[in-house]
């Protein structure tokens, strides 16, 4: 039965029909009855171009029936063997009943799903409505638990190994729980059960929506019989809202990020195989929730040229070295249009960017996006073919588009003017009187080699204060290759004219991207590691 099972999903969940069912069920306008309606905002991910394995972030609306819609609540346990995980579950609980209190109020089914609390509830008419409902044929059998299905989803972006992060205590996972959070109301209409009961009750009320939301999202949101897989198997419109939700994942294991960065990955493996997230602001009609431990900064990296390949070195270099200590958004150009940057409005949420551009011409309301941060003062770290990002090398800008030719010499403080068109690299050195700046923080004082020609970005402006100089091997011409600028506005800006594929593999490189990011964000650049400082490695 198992091996029938996993062939027919394999045969209807194949990822191309998920996306013809993620279009057809949430992306068209949809009939909605008369009565209450939940106007939502679905996010999901789509791929660059096929076959790249990129992903950028897709929203979109969608208006969905109250009375043929359920929460469920997955696990919210009064307490965990995890004390950081039932910390964040306590924290998170106030704003969910917010949340299911609005939605019941409008038609929608609570469904309070505590896993193996039901005898602490079995006297209640909540857990006799759900024992009630029939029980229903299905064309695929329903799971006690839905594993990970490699026939639909790739491996988890985080290790579950030993997922706590509490620090450095590891303890028995054991049964620390005994009910659903009290902070969580459970009133008369609402539904209790940890089964499959829950799908019964559902089809009995023609419900075919569902919102769920609770812990942890890598495991039982997943995994659960009421849970996004058991759901989607069986055909049902299903969205995760992510912000009431939380990962089990410990910031020592891999790929040893900050553990609401963990949260991130989770939500971009889900929303890439399996259904749409959306956030508590798409009912309250405010802001997002955020945890109080996630201080993250949020760097928003914009990929738009084709020559250097950043578009596949950036996304893991940011993840490796910046994942710690920031909510990282990738932003990619559309692949079919060189002009159109989908997506560039989340640069209006970035507290920093890193952008890497070459020639791009845009549509007025695009540009107007990159000089409204710039306008705002909010800091800069451009790699390479950004001196000239948005001007062509000759004439006007086609008809509908804008271009930016200023903006080296403004934003950056450069004097870009073509390279040297050496194909022998450059050797990299210190520029006088500099070593002690944070950005060069673990690079070696004496030179080192980088590849790609030199760029002639001089005369710098008399606000730009150079940090690395570059000579090119067999001609001996040097010029600027790192430095920052300090804006009228007072955004901190830092340039760098590396940024070869190669120089990605470089450890100098590496560190001057990733301290760079961190000066300009205004926080505490990391030491380097002392086994990997000042050495020759690439």
Same mark, same amino acid.
């Given at each position: 039965?198992?091996?029938?099972?996993?062939?027919?999903?394999?045969?209807?969940?194949?990822?191309?029909?998920?996306?013809?069912?993620?279009?057809?069920?949430?992306?068209?306008?949809?009939?909605?009855?008369?009565?209450?309606?939940?106007?939502?905002?679905?996010?999901?991910?789509?791929?660059?171009?096929?076959?790249?394995?990129?992903?950028?972030?897709?929203?979109?609306?969608?208006?969905?029936?109250?009375?043929?819609?359920?929460?469920?609540?997955?696990?919210?346990?009064?307490?965990?063997?995890?004390?950081?995980?039932?910390?964040?579950?306590?924290?998170?609980?106030?704003?969910?009943?917010?949340?299911?209190?609005?939605?019941?109020?409008?038609?929608?089914?609570?469904?309070?799903?505590?896993?193996?609390?039901?005898?602490?509830?079995?006297?209640?008419?909540?857990?006799?409505?759900?024992?009630?409902?029939?029980?229903?044929?299905?064309?695929?059998?329903?799971?006690?638990?839905?594993?990970?299905?490699?026939?639909?989803?790739?491996?988890?972006?985080?290790?579950?190994?030993?997922?706590?992060?509490?620090?450095?205590?590891?303890?028995?996972?054991?049964?620390?729980?005994?009910?659903?959070?009290?902070?969580?109301?459970?009133?008369?209409?609402?539904?209790?059960?940890?089964?499959?009961?829950?799908?019964?009750?559902?089809?009995?009320?023609?419900?075919?929506?569902?919102?769920?939301?609770?812990?942890?999202?890598?495991?039982?949101?997943?995994?659960?019989?009421?849970?996004?897989?058991?759901?989607?198997?069986?055909?049902?419109?299903?969205?995760?809202?992510?912000?009431?939700?939380?990962?089990?994942?410990?910031?020592?294991?891999?790929?040893?990020?900050?553990?609401?960065?963990?949260?991130?990955?989770?939500?971009?493996?889900?929303?890439?195989?399996?259904?749409?997230?959306?956030?508590?602001?798409?009912?309250?009609?405010?802001?997002?929730?955020?945890?109080?431990?996630?201080?993250?900064?949020?760097?928003?990296?914009?990929?738009?040229?084709?020559?250097?390949?950043?578009?596949?070195?950036?996304?893991?270099?940011?993840?490796?070295?910046?994942?710690?200590?920031?909510?990282?958004?990738?932003?990619?150009?559309?692949?079919?249009?060189?002009?159109?940057?989908?997506?560039?409005?989340?640069?209006?949420?970035?507290?920093?960017?890193?952008?890497?551009?070459?020639?791009?011409?845009?549509?007025?309301?695009?540009?107007?996006?990159?000089?409204?941060?710039?306008?705002?003062?909010?800091?800069?770290?451009?790699?390479?073919?950004?001196?000239?990002?948005?001007?062509?090398?000759?004439?006007?800008?086609?008809?509908?588009?804008?271009?930016?030719?200023?903006?080296?010499?403004?934003?950056?403080?450069?004097?870009?003017?073509?390279?040297?068109?050496?194909?022998?690299?450059?050797?990299?050195?210190?520029?006088?009187?500099?070593?002690?700046?944070?950005?060069?923080?673990? /690079? &070696?004082?004496?030179? !080192?080699?980088?590849?790609?020609?030199? %760029?002639?970005?001089?005369? =710098?402006?008399?606000? @730009? +204060? $150079?940090?690395?100089?570059?000579?090119?091997?067999?001609?001996?011409?040097?010029?600027?290759?790192?430095?920052?600028?300090?804006?009228?506005?007072?955004?901190?800006?830092?340039?760098?004219?590396?940024?070869?594929?190669?120089?990605?593999? /470089? &450890?100098?490189?590496? !560190?001057?991207?990733?301290?760079?990011? %961190?000066?300009?964000?205004? =926080?505490?650049?990391? @030491? +380097? $590691?002392?086994?990997?400082?000042?050495?020759?490695?690439?």
């Amino acid at each position: 039965m198992a091996l029938l099972v996993s062939r027919r999903v394999g045969r209807i969940l194949r990822l191309e029909f998920v996306a013809l069912f993620v279009v057809s069920l949430f992306f068209s306008a949809q009939a909605v009855a008369d009565g209450p309606t939940l106007s939502l905002r679905l996010r999901t991910r789509a791929e660059v171009a096929p076959g790249s394995g990129q992903f950028r972030e897709v929203t979109n609306p969608a208006v969905w029936n109250a009375k043929e819609t359920a929460i469920v609540i997955c696990d919210m346990w009064n307490n965990h063997y995890c004390r950081n995980a039932a910390r964040r579950v306590a924290e998170m609980a106030p704003r969910m009943n917010e949340v299911i209190r609005r939605a019941r109020e409008q038609g929608v089914l609570i469904i309070h799903s505590p896993s193996g609390c039901m005898d602490q509830y079995a006297d209640s008419p909540q857990r006799k409505l759900a024992q009630s409902a029939p029980k229903v044929e299905t064309k695929l059998p329903l799971q006690g638990w839905c594993h990970l299905d490699d026939k639909h989803e790739s491996q988890m972006p985080v290790t579950i190994g030993q997922p706590c992060d509490d620090d450095g205590v590891i303890r028995p996972a054991v049964r620390y729980f005994q009910r659903q959070i009290d902070t969580l109301e459970i009133v008369a209409g609402d539904a209790i059960t940890d089964s499959a009961e829950a799908f019964y009750l559902m089809k009995q009320r023609g419900i075919r929506n569902i919102i769920i939301m609770g812990v942890h999202t890598n495991m039982c949101v997943l995994g659960r019989p009421f849970g996004i897989r058991q759901m989607i198997y069986q055909e049902q419109n299903v969205v995760l809202m992510r912000d009431m939700t939380d990962t089990m994942y410990n910031p020592r294991d891999e790929p040893f990020v900050n553990h609401f960065t963990g949260n991130d990955l989770v939500f971009e493996h889900i929303e890439r195989h399996w259904c749409p997230t959306i956030t508590s602001a798409d009912i309250l009609g405010d802001k997002p929730f955020r945890f109080p431990g996630d201080r993250r900064k949020h760097v928003v990296i914009v990929m738009a040229e084709e020559g250097y390949g950043t578009a596949t070195s950036l996304p893991p270099f940011a993840l490796t070295h910046l994942g710690a200590d920031f909510k990282i958004t990738c932003v990619y150009a559309n692949s079919k249009n060189r002009n159109d940057i989908p997506g560039i409005e989340v640069l209006d949420d970035a507290d920093v960017a890193i952008w890497s551009i070459r020639r791009r011409t845009l549509p007025q309301k695009q540009l107007d996006v990159f000089r409204r941060f710039i306008a705002a003062g909010k800091p800069l770290v451009a790699i390479r073919t950004t001196s000239h990002g948005f001007s062509l090398s000759n004439g006007a800008p086609p008809t509908g588009l804008a271009d930016w030719p200023e903006f080296d010499q403004q934003v950056l403080g450069g004097n870009y003017n073509g390279d040297l068109n050496n194909k022998a690299g450059i050797l990299v050195s210190t520029a006088e009187g500099v070593s002690g700046h944070s950005i060069l923080t673990g /690079i &070696r004082t004496d030179e !080192f080699a980088a590849s790609a020609s030199l %760029y002639k970005t001089g005369p =710098l402006a008399d606000t @730009a +204060a $150079p940090l690395l100089l570059g000579r090119a091997k067999g001609v001996g011409q040097v010029e600027p290759v790192a430095w920052t600028h300090q804006q009228p506005n007072g955004g901190r800006v830092f340039y760098t004219s590396l940024g070869h594929a190669d120089d990605f593999k /470089i &450890r100098d490189f590496q !560190f001057l991207l990733r301290n760079a990011v %961190y000066w300009a964000a205004n =926080l505490p650049v990391p @030491a +380097a $590691p002392p086994e990997v400082a000042n050495t020759d490695g690439c």
